[in-house]
């Protein structure tokens, strides 16, 4: 194989006339500020600048930069529009290198304050719509614009085909790859058409090994022959499509690294994180991928527990990254890399190839230009994303004489709900759900459920079961958790569909049925966002119809005549 001199000689050979083509489609006068930008830059500033930074709250805490700057900053739970573009001008104000604020535009519980609730992707698949997609992929960039956001980490061209995992879940575009390809491709051209820099994720490929990147290295099990003919079809239409950025992830193809790069072994299984043969020779060899490479998230097992920090950071840049997702601590990160130059280990020609293309990519999106938001229509853009959550709840089986639920029906609801499971807490207490008050509301009596405690549904006269998972990361497993539900064994055993009416929805992992194949009606909402509650509770009451189509198979492969009841 290579040396990493020369995978990065061959790299940068023509990467600077390479900005004037696909994607970054550079003109003349912001090539010259790439040029101009870079040359003002020295080596210590260049190795803070290949990392993006996690920052959680409303306030951006610089005093943990050390008085250095990132190239890129991740918003997590941050504050309002106003107050996120004020940071934004603040440090910018400060750096010599325009930073720009990062995030993943997933929906639900994601989306930015004061902005309009937005679907996760297994709901824009589930309104069947690709052109609503676009649209509303749209008039969420002009909100996440308005927060001074400028790059989102979406959309993920993973399969939903290892249906047992919590990862993929909800942030996949569902199991068809044609569906996938055409709502993945609709969001990326909609977020890029409004000025937020698209990444295609998780390269090269989720969704056949059922574990998570969070708490291990995950195995894309294809032939070559079977990968290109799924996620090289669908990378590909993203690279033909403008993505501007592509992310790595902690995930290998040891069918490519055999079957081409002639690699056996342990060295099969180096993930594409760490991996130049994937990144370098795969993805912009044989793809043609110009654009950005952004590893994910460092912090993650799948990654950090291959190699140590050190080594981590710089076997990261040599397989390609242009950008590393996480510092948790910057000054010691960027001191590893000028170790790194001065012994050789990492070559200059990498170092720098990673600066420019971060900076051509700025450029592309305008960041050295004056990014004041345009103008928009923020009720059209809120009525458009709306109608997304409106036409994605999803009646997957019912009988045929139990809906309506509606109080003169169904007086009293015995819930029954761990809560909303969400990536925070998604291994600790969950977050209250606030459907009880909302059927109450609407004239219902409820009985709650205690979780951990025997269900008794004794003088009810529905029982409604409420899993509310959404994509959690670090969970692992998602399952209906009849034990855990119920806190006894005889009563794990225990199914009350012969005694009363028995509805079950998820506001989240689209799977709940495999294991509730009895139940009388199931309901797939994809996000437990109270709005998506809103709106699932007014089609089961009859007010609305279930307008979704299913984007994945809630029978996980069984015969549906197995979930007849």
Not at 14 to 32: V, Y
Request: overall charge negative; charged content about 20%.
């Amino acid at each position: 194989m290579e040396s990493i001199e020369q995978v990065a000689d061959r790299a940068t050979e023509h990467l600077w006339e390479g900005f004037a083509k696909a994607p970054f489609h550079l003109d003349a006068a912001s090539r010259e500020w790439v040029a101009q930008t870079f040359e003002k830059l020295d080596d210590r500033a260049k190795a803070a600048l290949v990392f993006c930074v996690f920052t959680f709250g409303p306030q951006v805490d610089l005093a943990r930069l050390k008085g250095l700057q990132p190239g890129f900053i991740t918003r997590m739970a941050g504050g309002s529009a106003a107050q996120e573009r004020a940071q934004l001008a603040r440090l910018n104000g400060e750096f010599a290198v325009p930073v720009m604020f990062s995030t993943d535009l997933e929906g639900s519980s994601t989306t930015p304050i004061e902005a309009t609730p937005s679907p996760v992707p297994l709901a824009f698949s589930a309104a069947n719509d690709p052109a609503l997609t676009q649209a509303a992929a749209a008039a969420m960039a002009r909100e996440a614009r308005a927060h001074g956001l400028g790059w989102s980490f979406t959309p993920a061209l993973d399969l939903n085909v290892a249906f047992r995992s919590s990862i993929t879940g909800t942030r996949s575009y569902g199991s068809d790859l044609e569906k996938v390809r055409d709502h993945a491709l609709a969001t990326l051209k909609g977020l890029q058409s409004e000025g937020i820099g698209a990444t295609a994720k998780h390269w090269p490929g989720e969704g056949y090994d059922p574990r998570d990147q969070h708490l291990v290295t995950t195995v894309n099990p294809l032939s070559f022959a079977q990968w290109e003919a799924s996620f090289g079809t669908l990378y590909r239409a993203a690279i033909d499509a403008g993505v501007l950025a592509i992310m790595p992830a902690h995930i290998a193809l040891p069918s490519y690294m055999r079957e081409v790069e002639g690699v056996e072994g342990a060295a099969a299984f180096v993930p594409a994180s760490l991996n130049a043969a994937l990144n370098e020779n795969l993805l912009r060899g044989r793809l043609g991928f110009n654009g950005l490479l952004i590893s994910d998230a460092t912090a993650m097992a799948g990654i950090s527990g291959i190699l140590p920090r050190d080594a981590l950071v710089i076997d990261a840049l040599n397989a390609g990254n242009d950008v590393i997702l996480d510092a948790p601590d910057l000054a010691r990160d960027v001191d590893t890399i000028l170790a790194a130059l001065a012994d050789g280990r990492l070559p200059r020609a990498r170092l720098d190839a990673a600066v420019a293309r971060q900076l051509a990519f700025k450029a592309a999106l305008g960041a050295h230009r004056d990014s004041t938001p345009e103008p928009r229509d923020p009720a059209a853009d809120r009525a458009t994303i709306l109608s997304v959550l409106e036409r994605a709840p999803t009646l997957v089986k019912t009988r045929d004489d139990l809906l309506p639920m509606t109080p003169a029906r169904y007086k009293k609801i015995c819930l029954v709900t761990r809560g909303k499971g969400f990536p925070p807490a998604s291994t600790t207490r969950p977050l209250p759900l606030g459907l009880a008050d909302l059927l109450r509301a609407r004239g219902f009596e409820v009985v709650e459920h205690a979780w951990g405690t025997p269900v008794d549904p004794e003088g009810c006269d529905l029982l409604l079961y409420a899993y509310a998972e959404e994509c959690l990361l670090t969970r692992g497993t998602i399952t209906n958790d009849w034990g855990g539900m119920t806190g006894q064994f005889e009563q794990a055993m225990k199914r009350f569909w012969n005694d009363l009416p028995c509805v079950m929805v998820s506001f989240g992992w689209p799977y709940h049925l495999f294991e509730a194949n009895r139940v009388h009606t199931y309901v797939n909402a994809y996000m437990a966002h109270p709005k998506m509650l809103e709106i699932t509770l007014e089609a089961l009451m009859g007010q609305r119809a279930f307008e979704g189509v299913s984007p994945v198979d809630a029978f996980c492969g069984l015969d549906p005549a197995y979930f007849e009841s």
